[in-house]
């Protein structure tokens, strides 16, 4: 073994060992929804089921409803975090490659509003979208997420910024506009940043518990966490059922990440790189 990776085995070991720690977490979630429900109260707790079963899984699909839960919340998530991609590549665009007025100091406003707690900000909103009938309705929901939101167009910002500006330069003198110039070259070169901001968007909407909670109050519009949610009351409800439906829901954000694991980590390295 050379000295460099002799040097690096404390590095890997402490890695390993914060991984297995964060995973202890999801090995609880996966454990309780195997049991039934005379082991779920077991003490000492035991990772291994005795007897592991389906069951929970079952009442979940069929009497939570989750396929309807699933829907309702793609129909949230999709639009507002693709509406994010797009309002947030145009700002950090502009931010990044264009010169005009004030641009620094509208940057700066802009940054500054992420140390505003959204928790501040619910009742004048939540009267505002009962003033226009946006109540129980998913508008709310969607709406400010397609506006964009401020790291997001830091992020974009901050991955522009890498892109060569004789490229922009360019295509200028070839007499694109900016608009061109966006469209057909920075936008297909920010692909990385793009899948990215997807992921964290589509997360953030498809885990949202409280946002639903606030806005939506028919039982047909539910989301999925709210449906999941549902499985408990005030006297406990069933734990196994919830940590299947908790299972089911997570399996579509695992298999995500996955597939845009890639692009995911070239964009971590990147953005950032460049003041």
Do not use: H
């Amino acid at each position: 073994m050379t000295d460099r990776r002799r040097r690096s085995v404390p590095a890997y070991l402490l890695l390993a060992l914060v991984a297995a720690i964060v995973l202890v977490p999801f090995a609880f979630l996966v454990s309780t929804s195997l049991k039934p429900p005379a082991e779920v109260y077991e003490v000492p707790f035991r990772f291994i089921p005795r007897r592991p079963t389906l069951a929970n899984y079952v009442q979940a699909l069929t009497e939570v409803n989750l396929l309807r839960g699933t829907l309702n919340t793609l129909s949230i998530a999709v639009p507002a975090t693709l509406g994010g991609l797009l309002t947030a590549s145009f700002a950090g665009f502009a931010f990044a490659k264009l010169r005009f007025p004030g641009r620094d100091r509208l940057f700066a406003l802009l940054m500054a509003t992420m140390m505003l707690p959204g928790i501040v900000t619910l009742i004048p909103q939540f009267a505002a979208f009962a003033r226009i009938g946006w109540v129980d309705t998913y508008y709310p929901l969607i709406v400010p997420g397609a506006m964009g939101t401020a790291l997001a167009t830091f992020m974009m910002r901050q991955y522009m910024k890498t892109i060569p500006d004789e490229i922009i330069e360019a295509a200028a003198m070839d007499g694109a506009t900016p608009f061109q110039t966006f469209v057909r070259i920075v936008f297909p070169l920010a692909r990385p940043a793009l899948v990215t901001l997807g992921v964290f968007g589509l997360k953030g909407a498809w885990n949202d518990y409280f946002g639903p909670l606030i806005y939506v109050s028919s039982a047909e519009k539910m989301t999925l966490q709210q449906m999941i949610a549902s499985t408990q009351n005030a006297y406990g409800g069933e734990p196994g059922v919830l940590m299947a439906g908790a299972c089911l829901a997570m399996l579509p954000l695992v298999v995500l990440f996955l597939f845009a694991q890639r692009a995911f980590v070239e964009s971590v390295a990147t953005t950032g790189l460049k003041g």
